[in-house]
Every structure is written in structure tokens, then in C-alpha cells.
DNA sequence: CCATCTAATAATGTCGATATTTTATAATTT
DNA sequence: AAATTATAAAATATCGACATTATTAGATGG
């Protein structure tokens, strides 16, 4: 037995611990779309051999975060307008569809949850709202903060339909589509006005959960969703 | 340019090769589940090193084909009742919603796709309705050219939701299901009445789709898509 | 000056070797 | 005999090296 709680005894392979640095890197733009990802270049900065690397390579493959040419090596995976349309719409969908099954399902359990991450999330929001300056490192740090907290907020109402698989394909499409709110979303784009209306977005979503009211819960998740989509559309690359 | 038509000049690596192999070789079994993967027995099997074949096997990890236990190696991913419900059923979601997008890009290329290739399995269901024996060989083949025909049906209804993100989580489904009717479905389940039943619900199914019903269109697909859960369900393995 | 060919340089994909860890087997103790 | 420890065998994860292929830079000719 393990004293230590939350420590997995055995050790994580490199292969293990780069798959996720690589895929921080892309998705927060450290390497940009379509950049070639030089072999001499990846050995540098993780520290490790090729053959972990190119295993962390072919698994973020599979995810379509790289993709690769016989013989010419791996770059990332490139960005398009289309791509961005499919990826939001897609993940509005498969978002709405968790929250139809998670009704079906729900329980106390359930709703405590959402309550719970619904005051986490208000409290940072509320902390966000007392920065000035957005642009300041801390605020960056703040942003991020309200970022993870939003998106445990809405894991929180979708892992109530008790579907592991379509657990892993909303969680796939949310990690596409942070990439393009990372790479296109301009910081100005982000003031109190869209935390604001975050804010009763969500509200309203929750008094539709909690009375069952599927088909309006599903349309308002979807809409919630596109909204960033709908800055991004008009951005530049 | 280049002259044979279909030749892409670019040769696979080896990676590339196994990887559809051993896909194969799991899909259809060959592999039990669970199974441990010996690098020694792959390396003999596919003829090469251990480089390609791990890429090749971290990127079924990916795809929830193997597990690995780093210093253990990969075993095949196990099956479970829990994950044979979880798989249908999310299939029959993400189907029935590529269904209603597809009816509301429909268009008389669709259509086409749609009339053609249910033509083409009506033909290959009539052959197997002449076969006397279901276990022969010949059987084996033309069951197998059927469920590639059955498949593709699906794929030309499907891919009017003209929507990447939404028809590649279709495709992993798909072939997560077959795996499981393949280690499970016993040969004497696949009689004439199943060929039978299929064809009505496909009949129903075009029906719904060429006058536009969604609601219907939808509905008729889940359920389709639920009869080998409902005939896999009681099996023992 | 631009295009084409050639030589060099660099990068890729794969293999074999090695250190480490796990598993299987034998020996020892209670 | 069962359980524990010690030993041997096997398997894994990673690295460095090599052959092959792609890319760049320079030379040649139009």
C-alpha cells in the first residue's frame, strides 16, 4: 500500500511525461501551426532521446495535434477557418448531447456539483472583475485561473451522462478548440462584458438543469459554446 | 506528376504499415483481450524492430485499443459489459446526430450515395441468402463482404453531416463496436431473420430520410444501430 | 539574372545494444 | 508444506549509431 494519497507508485515513463508538455506546447501556441518540430530541436528542450519523442509524436498523431510526412518528420498540426468552424460546432453538439443524457441521469450528487463549481467559478470571476489593468501578468495568470475553473464547471454538468467515451471526445474537442481561442483571441477581445454574459449564460442554464428542462438546457449549452467561436470567426492568422 | 493513378509516390514507413495491421489483427481478434503484447512475438509477426511498432502501438493506445503499464509493456485493451453498453450506445448517439445534420445538408448527390449504395447491399445480402451453409468459408468471406457493404451505407448516410471532426468520432466507434461483435457474436446469432430485419429498417430508414423527417430519421437509427448490442448483451465471454 | 543541375549538409526512420525492471525459478527458513 | 528470500532469466524503455532520404547552397549554363 501507498501512503502518500494521491502518488501512483510507479514511476511515468518519458514517452508518459512528454506526450503532455508537447501537447501544452501546441495548444498554447509555443510551437505555431504547421512549424516544423525539428528532431535536434525537441531533444534540446525535453531533455530525451528520439524514440520517446516520437512516441509522444505518434500519439498526439491520433489526436490531430501533429501530423507527419514519411521521411520529412513531424509538424504541427495546421489551423483553418473551416477546421475552427467544425471543431466549435462539433463540440457544441457532442457538449449538448452530454447534458441531455446527464438529465436523464441526474441526482443530487450531480447537482451539488454543479452548485459547488458554479460558486468556485463566481468567486474567481468576481476576483478577475477587481483586476484593472487586464493586460498585467497577474491578470494573466487570473485569466488562466478562470479559464480551468470555467471548464470544471462544465465538466462538472456533462460527466453526469456516466459516458467515458463521450467524456473523451467532448474532452478532445475542448483541447482543439482551446488551442484556437490561444492562438487567435486577441487580448482585447476579453472584458467584463463577456464575463458578464457568462455569467447569465450560465445561470440560466442551471435553472434549466436543475428543472429538467432538457430541450432548452441543450440549446442554451449550444450557444454558450459558439460564443467564442463567434469572436473568433472574424480573427486574422 | 505521377503516372498510376492511386499510387501515392511517398512510401509508408513502417509505423504507418503496422499500424493497420495490428489494428486488424486486434479488431478481428487474433489478439485476445487483454492479451499481453510481447515484443519478441510482434517483432517475429511483422518483421521489424521494436522503433516502429511501439509508435505504431502508442498510437492505438490513443485509441483505446491497448493499454500500457510502464516497465510492463502493452497488453490488448480489455472488454468489459460496462464498455460494450457504453460503446453502442454512444455510437448510436454520435450516428444519430451525424443523421439529423446530414438531413439538414441534404442535397441530390446525397441522396445518390444513399439509393446506390443500399442497392449495392441489397445485391450482396441477396448472394448470402443463397448460401445454404453459413459456416463455410465462402460463407465466412461473403459475411465479411457483406458487413464492408453494410458499412458503407452507413458511411454515404452519415457523411452528409459534412463534418471532419463529428465523422472521424463516428469511425472510432465503429470500429470499437466491431471489435466486440467479432469476439462475441456467436456464428449461429446471424440467421436469415437478421438480414430480413435489417433490410425493413433500412427501408424505413431511406423512407425518413428522403422526406426529411429527422425526428424519425434519427430515432430509426438508433435503435438500428442497438439490435447487435441487444443480441451481444447476453453473451458470456 | 534566372533556371537547372550538382555537391554538401542536415534530418529522418530504423536497428542493435545496454541499463533497468519485472517475472519466473530455486533455495531457504519457519 | 507454506511463506519468504535469493537467484536467474526475460522483457522493457531508452540511447547512440547508421543507412537512406530530403534540403540547402553553390556552380554551371542559358
Redo the contacts between chains.
Sequence with gaps: MDSSPLSNS????Y??QVVSQLKQDILQGYFAPNEKLLMSRLKARYNMGV?PL???L??L????LVVV???KGFRVHPVSKA?LK??Y??RA??ES?CIK?AIENANDEWEGQIIASDHRLKKTAHLLSQTNNLNSEQARQQLQQWEATHHRFHSAITSGCQ????L??RHS?YEKASRYRNLWLNQYMVDNQVFDTNEKDHDQLIEALLKRNSKLACELIYQHLLNPYKLLQGSEF
Design positions: 510507479n514511476t511515468e515513463s514517452a508518459e524514440s516520437r512516441e509522444a505518434s500519439q498523431l491520433v489526436e490531430q510526412e514519411n521521411q477546421e467544425d471543431i460546432h462539433t453538439h457532442i448531447l443524457l459516458s467515458p467515451a463521450l473523451k471526445v474537442l
